[in-house]
């Protein structure tokens, strides 16, 4: 339920904070007043009536976006429930990546995103109308395998309609989600993010299309998803060197994301990736009905797997905070700027071994695991 107008204080105190925003990376406290973070800072002192947290030995982030969710629970076959994820993961706002399309973001909106305040829910529009309408392990359809279902004009209307919610067009692409239908669903995609002005996030699977057409045609700050996936369609040669088409891509100013999922990301695409000083832009988990019992689970999981690969605690934070916040347009999230900030996650890293599971069904035993404990949202305990 959302909550009260009563002017409020949270302190959370001794955490070790990160945030690559403004370039933290110590022990502080952080003072959340009325909504908004009001300091941080050694030794902050708070009203007799705060909500007082001793976070010492937790890690304190500007509250964790992940950028590529399903969470149309209830409406779609795809959909998990978003508050029991958020809980699970610390994780302040769910992108919902293409659930809903023009013909049921209303009910999406209606049933589950209001409902899950002061929980943030941000949707990708699917650029088809009835969103991803057919997802489970009996039935499996494309969403884009029918042209006729692609009505651009719909998709247009119902986004700028929704346009406080709405922060970009999600298409797949592939012989999974657009049969043969190969780049058109794309060219579309991308012709009603121009009208609109928002970014596409674009999937791809299986040939038709390949990756150099799919690449081409996006745009600086659109999204490609399931960046380090396993063959067919990845970043990658077999002997590890990343394709051309992929650095034009980077260079270009393209957002590379990671969407986990059930087949979408693999250990050994990733070590070359790392490897070769490619970094992905934004960490999201992709979770759906079909991986959130594994490999994906949650971000925390998908993040912890990214630490364990080589990168650093500070660099995955950045990949889930202020990188996933400028990929949706929303400066004003994923950081803790005084006057700015609203939402924390707090979770512990823990020292303990810990396997992991890649898409392609390799598994590398980590030695540390990270552990929700908490999180602020709109300057209040949740």
Not at 60 to 72: C, N, Q, R
Not at 343 to 369: C, H, M, N
Request: with cysteine; hydrophobic share 45%.
């Amino acid at each position: 339920m959302p909550f009260s107008n009563v002017p409020h204080e949270v302190l959370l105190r001794q955490g070790h904070v990160i945030d690559p925003s403004q370039g933290l990376d110590q022990v502080q406290d952080v003072r959340f007043l009325n909504g908004v973070v009001a300091e941080i800072g050694l030794n902050l002192t708070a009203g007799v009536d705060a909500d007082v947290r001793n976070v010492a030995g937790m890690i304190v982030t500007p509250g964790l976006i992940d950028l590529h969710t399903h969470v149309y629970w209830g409406g779609t076959s795809i959909g998990v429930d978003p508050i029991a994820l958020a809980r699970q993961s610390s994780t302040a706002t769910l992108v919902d990546a293409g659930t809903s399309g023009a013909g049921n973001l209303l009910g999406f909106r209606k049933h589950v995103i209001e409902p899950s305040a002061p929980l943030r829910i941000l949707p990708l529009l699917n650029i088809s109308f009835p969103g991803i309408f057919a997802f489970s392990r009996t039935v499996r359809m494309g969403e884009c395998e029918d042209l006729r279902l692609l009505d651009m004009n719909s998709c247009i209307s119902v986004a700028r309609e929704h346009a406080d919610l709405v922060v970009g067009i999600k298409v797949r692409v592939g012989r999974g989600s657009s049969g043969t239908r190969g780049v058109a669903p794309l060219d579309m995609a991308i012709e009603v993010a121009e009208v609109l002005g928002l970014p596409v996030m674009a999937h791809i699977d299986y040939i038709p299309p390949t990756r150099t057409e799919v690449l081409s045609r996006l745009r600086k700050g659109d999204i490609l998803t399931h960046c380090f996936k396993p063959p067919p369609n990845a970043p990658t040669t077999p002997a590890g060197a990343v394709r051309g088409e992929v650095q034009d891509a980077l260079d270009r100013g393209v957002i590379f994301d990671i969407g986990h999922g059930g087949g979408s990301c693999s250990f050994a695409t990733s070590r070359a990736m790392l490897k070769a000083g490619i970094q992905p832009d934004v960490i999201s988990s992709d979770v759906h009905l079909l991986s959130a019992n594994g490999p994906a689970i949650d971000l925390l999981h998908t993040l912890a797997k990214f630490h364990v690969l080589g990168m650093s605690l500070y660099d995955v934070v950045a990949c889930a905070t202020v990188n996933a916040a400028r990929a949706i347009r929303r400066p004003a999230l994923g950081t803790l700027k005084p006057g700015v900030g609203a939402d924390a996650s707090i979770f512990k890293v823990l020292d303990q071994p810990t396997l992991y599971k890649d898409a392609a069904g390799e598994s590398l035993l980590g030695d540390i695991r990270f552990e929700a404990q908490g999180l602020v949202l709109a300057g209040r305990w949740w």
